[in-house]
């Protein structure tokens, strides 16, 4: 079972409500990682961190802020949601060593009316 | 632009039949895997093939990957109803980046 943890699983707002999506692993793993995925589409890389204070932007462009204060937590924001932003978020780690494999949360499905 | 496409997108099968899903990619891979994703769900890692192997086996699952060809298979035999989800490769191109790139996956339905 993995040990990563994403909350919440399921947000309904209102536009331009602020919201954060919650993402935790206690397997210390280094290297994390937010998708962004359309139902029955392809995930696309929005975020990703190398460790503690590293964050950079991934291949698709995302309204979206990410920051990474703990090795635990790796925390997604949206200032200002928009119904385009409808989606679902996944978070994934990678261990810094061995089989590079990604280990996936279950994800957080957001809907903005 | 995505590197792995799958193919089918999707494939309906009955109970105890093999299942086959394709990937091609673009670029040169440090590995490729396999993911399997149940409806609403994460993903969860299957098996992995790296670039220098041509075939892998792991319980009922076989992949097969042609370097030569930019592509990779998954066989999936004596499928079960427990089977049913979405199927994504990912190819790892290696460097720094440690991204993995996916494909659009092939949703897999078999009936009992």
């Known amino acids: 079972e993995a040990d990563i943890y994403q909350t919440p699983r399921y947000l309904v707002i209102g536009t331009g409500k602020k919201i954060t999506l919650e993402c935790s692993q206690t397997?210390?793993?280094?290297?994390m990682y937010w998708y962004q995925q359309d139902p029955g589409m392809e995930l696309h890389l929005i975020h990703y961190?190398?460790?503690?204070?590293?964050?950079e932007k991934g291949d698709l462009s995302s309204e979206s802020t990410v920051s990474r204060i703990r090795t635990e937590h790796f925390p997604l924001t949206l200032e200002s949601a928009r119904p385009s932003h409808t989606s679902q978020y996944l978070c994934?780690?990678?261990?810094?060593?061995?089989?590079?494999?990604?280990?996936f949360g279950a994800g957080s499905r957001l809907t903005v009316l | 632009s995505q590197q792995g496409e799958e193919d089918p997108q999707a494939l309906s099968i009955q109970e105890g039949e093999n299942a086959t899903m394709n990937c091609s990619y673009k670029?040169?891979?440090?590995?490729l895997q396999w993911y399997r994703q149940n409806s609403g769900r994460g993903l969860v890692h299957l098996i992995l093939?790296?670039?220098?192997?041509r075939e892998k086996h792991s319980g009922r699952l076989r992949v097969t990957l042609d370097t030569s060809k930019k592509s990779s298979s998954l066989l999936i035999t004596a499928s079960r109803a427990a089977d049913t989800a979405s199927y994504f490769c990912?190819?790892?191109?290696?460097?720094?980046?440690?991204?993995?790139?996916f494909g659009k996956g092939t949703l897999l339905t078999v009936n009992p």
């Open positions: 961190s190398y460790g503690v204070n590293s964050t």
């Open positions: 397997m210390g793993h280094d290297k």
């Open positions: 990912a190819t790892d191109s290696g460097g720094s980046n440690y991204k993995l790139t």
């Open positions: 093939i790296r670039s220098n192997e």
């Open positions: 670029t040169s891979i440090n590995n």
């Open positions: 994934a780690t990678r261990s810094q060593s061995g089989a590079n494999v990604l280990t």
